[in-house]
Every structure is written in structure tokens, then in C-alpha cells.
């Protein structure tokens, strides 16, 4: 019999959860970002391995709202605990132990499914610094070497219901590439615009013709403020059209071929703190 299942990636912002999930896929499905709080919206990766499918779910991180998108956030990362047939709960090793998950996303009683630690970024901690992790402390990793995988995924096999697939076991994602789009523009925000600005850009894809040869893209980025859009634009088109560069090549990556990307700048005043903006760009339900 196979098994299948869904396993839930969370943790406190920064932890290196989309980093994990894209590891685990062998591809750049999630975007990841030096700053906190990149992942807005969960992420779906499949991987199929001999007799067991891993549904993948990369969550935003797990943080005390400021404000109406953190809140959005917030209740999709605990959606993706709650709808979990396993969690796996990611902690830097350097701050060994993990405080307890409960604990963390402030929750009343414990998550129904079982939860493996997964403690992150070993490649950061000196051998000297290591503490002793025992196998019922949790998993080590270090993503981007590679490391720990393997045994991670035997780790969360066990809490997996036994299951015929979901998903063909060629398929890699569940969402549709106009998401990626997307999420790649904002990545690109966050690799290119300084401080705080990441935080007021929205990416919303206004046209996708996937048919064409270039694939044709034409997507709004929103920021709150008119004094943004100018930098987001930068100086004779500058910025926008590195950011733009950036996104397509990230995109073209993704669906193996060429790609026409056109940006466009517009204001959506305050859009992080504006419920009827959050459901439009597609952050609450
Ligand atoms: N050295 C090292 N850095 C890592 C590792 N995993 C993640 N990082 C870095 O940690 C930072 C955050 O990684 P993300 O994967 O974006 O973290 P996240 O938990 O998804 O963050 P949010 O989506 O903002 O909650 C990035 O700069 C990553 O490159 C690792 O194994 N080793
Ligand atoms: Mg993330």
C-alpha cells in the first residue's frame, strides 16, 4: 500500500521554510528572501519517492499581526497546521531547543497531527557550538547543502495515512504558473528595492497568454504610495525594468522558455491594512 499525505512546513518567519521546500522539490517553487516574512501565501510541492507522495505545504511564518495582511497570514499558516497530516516544525539550530509549537503559534491545544522538529540551517552552527540532538529532538538540516534530507523525509514517511496517490508522480506543483508569476515579480522586489518597500509591493498578473511563443505576461506592481512608485520606477525606468529582467528570467526558468514580461507600476493606497485589497490580490479568503 502507498501513502500520502500532507505536510505542513511552519515556523517563525526567516527560518528557511521555503528554502526547505524547494530543496525537497529539487526546484525554485517558493520564493526566499535574507528578509523576514517573503511568503505571503502558502505554497504547494509535491514529491513522489518509491512508495510515498509528500504534499508539501510552505507556510508564511508564524508572527504577531501589525496589521491586516499579517493577519491574513497568520490564519493561513494556522489553516496549514490545522489541515496537516504531518507538520514539520522548522527551528535554527543555533537557538536550540524549539520552544514549543503551541507555544509559538499561540494555540489552545495541541495540532492534531504529529509534529517533527526540524532544526534548520546546521550549515551556520560551528562544530563546536553543535548541541546534542537526540532523534526524538527532531531532524537536523541544512538546505542549501542538501543535507539531512533524506532522513527527514524518513521522519515524516512514518506520520503519513497510507493512501493512494493525489497527484500524477511527474507533477511537481498544484498551482497554476500565473502564481509563480507572481510570486517571482515579488522576489524580485525583495532582491532589488531597499528596507521596507518589499512590504508595500503586490504583484497582480493582468494578462497571461501562455499559448504564444514568447509566453506573453503583462502584471501590475502595486506599492501604497505615490512617493514608492517612483522608486519602485527609479530613475529613466531604471529600477523597474532590473526588476522586471530579473522576474522574467526567474519565470523562464520555471516553464523552460521564453517569456514576455511587461510591468506596470500603480498605487492601491495602503493595500496591507485594506481587507476588500487583501481579497482582491488574493491574501484572505
Ligand atoms: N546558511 C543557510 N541559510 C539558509 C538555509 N536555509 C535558509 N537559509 C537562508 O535563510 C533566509 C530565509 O530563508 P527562507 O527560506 O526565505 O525562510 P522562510 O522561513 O521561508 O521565511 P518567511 O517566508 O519569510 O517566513 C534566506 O536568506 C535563506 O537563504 C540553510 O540551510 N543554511
Ligand atoms: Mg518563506
Redesign the pocket.
Known amino acids: 500500500m502507498t501513502r500520502c499525505g500532507v505536510v505542513v ?1 511552519a ?13 525537497l522539490i529539487g526546484e525554485h517553487l ?11 501565501r502558502p505554497v504547494v510541492g509535491l514529491l513522489t519517492r518509491d512508495d510515498t507522495q509528500f504534499i508539501f505545504t ?4 508564524l ?1 504577531e499581526p501589525e496589521y491586516k495582511l499579517h493577519e491574513a497570514m497568520r490564519a493561513a499558516a494556522l489553516r496549514g497546521i490545522a489541515d496537516a497530516d504531518a507538520i514539520a516544525y ?1 527551528h535554527p539550530l543555533a537557538e536550540f531547543p524549539a520552544p514549543p509549537l503551541e507555544q509559538l503559534a499561540r494555540l489552545d491545544r495541541l495540532p492534531k497531527a504529529p509534529i517533527v522538529t526540524v532544526y ?5 552552527v560551528l562544530p563546536s557550538d553543535r548541541p546534542t540532538v537526540r532523534r526524538s529532538d527532531g531532524v537536523v ?5 542538501g ?1 539531512g534530507l533524506d532522513a527527514l523525509l524518513a521522519a515524516l514517511r512514518e506520520h503519513l495515512p497510507e493512501s493512494p496517490f493525489h497527484y500524477d508522480p511527474a507533477e511537481m506543483a498544484t498551482q497554476p504558473t500565473r502564481f509563480f508569476a507572481a510570486e517571482f515579480v515579488r522576489e524580485a522586489a525583495f532582491e532589488l528595492l531597499h528596507e521596507e518597500l518589499p512590504y508595500s509591493v503586490a504583484v497582480e498578473i493582468d494578462e497571461f497568454r501562455e499559448g504564444s511563443e514568447p509566453v506573453y505576461i503583462r502584471a501590475v506592481v502595486y506599492v501604497e504610495r505615490d512617493s514608492q512608485k517612483g522608486i519602485v520606477i527609479g530613475e529613466g525606468g531604471r529600477t523597474i525594468k532590473a526588476l522586471g529582467a530579473a522576474a522574467r528570467a526567474k519565470i523562464a526558468a520555471l516553464l523552460g522558455g521564453s517569456v514576455y514580461l511587461e510591468l506596470h507600476v500603480k498605487v492601491l493606497p495602503k493595500w496591507r491594512r485594506h481587507e476588500p485589497s487583501l481579497k482582491r490580490l488574493g491574501y484572505a479568503g
Request: charged residues 20%; positive net charge.
Open positions: 512546513l515556523g517563525r518567519p526567516n527560518v528557511g521554510k521555503s528554502t526547505l521546500l524547494n530543496a517558493a520564493i526566499v528572501s535574507p528578509k523576514p516574512q517573503s511568503t505571503r510552505d507556510s508564511p511564518g508572527l522548522l534548520t540551517k546546521a550549515d551556520v538540516v541544512a538546505a542549501v547543502r543535507e
